[in-house]
């Protein structure tokens, strides 16, 4: 392949990316001679979307090439990345070390730091204590929903409900703040663990039979105050919930794991 046609695959996999089509993007990459491919930047962007794919063997060869020419914050932190995803902690922690030398500041350092401390299955303390450090520069949903999970699992509940009522509070809607609604739900008592998996599961498999209490119409619908966190949820949040919070009451409300794997549909 010439010159020519890997500058034109790889402006056709930049769109692709921008679009988020991250899948269609790797098979475009697929079909370019990477070792003719010179371009730091283009090498950064292919090793971004194998990383994306899952793909961290090919990611990490690619991403050393750029490491020899230049050891920039960019291809640093995609290396710590990667290594993360490769759960090579070795690798992870000199990257780390590298990436903190050129970005000292920069706040990811403590999500890096959260996510290879959970690699080793350090204690909950010391996950909650990088998480808590990233909250003090700046308050994100995703982490915040982490941290109150954690607070969960190592069973102290007041800062767990505390914590889910300042990501309710902060951020008011999305799916990181129905889930903290559920879970502070659950660990106060308003609704019990049952309750939780029986109407996931019935979403997830499209159970259209719940009764007309459960689905009121518009006039007999009650005040929102008077609903649980569950009844309050849209259908597009349940959906958005159902892909992935099968994993969440797994692990968070239930040790019995065969509730949810006799369902007929999988929540991934």
Sequence with gaps: MGRYSIIV??????RRVQAGKFDSAMKVVE???LKKVRNIA???LFAEIYSHNKKYEEAMELLERVYKKSKTRRVLYQ??????????????ERYLEEYKEVAPKDLSIYIFRYKIDKL????YEVLIESLRKLKDHTYMEKWAYELAKLYYKAGMEEECIQECSDLILWFGV???VEKAKILRAYYSGEVAKEEIIDKLKKRVSGDNSLSEQENPTK????????KTPLENLEDNEWKELSENVGKEVEELLADEQSELNNSDQKMD
Excluded at 79 to 92: E, F, P
Aim: aromatic residues 2%.
């Design 9 to 14: 695959k790889t402006e056709e996999v930049r």
């Design 31 to 33: 079909t370019i001679p």
């Design 42 to 44: 283009d090498l950064s």
């Design 79 to 92: 290396m710590v990345l990667v290594s993360i995803g490769k759960k090579n902690i070795l690798d992870a």
């Design 120 to 123: 080793k299955k350090e204690p």
């Design 174 to 176: 999305g799916s990181y």
């Design 219 to 226: 006039s007999e619908e009650v005040e929102p105050t008077n």
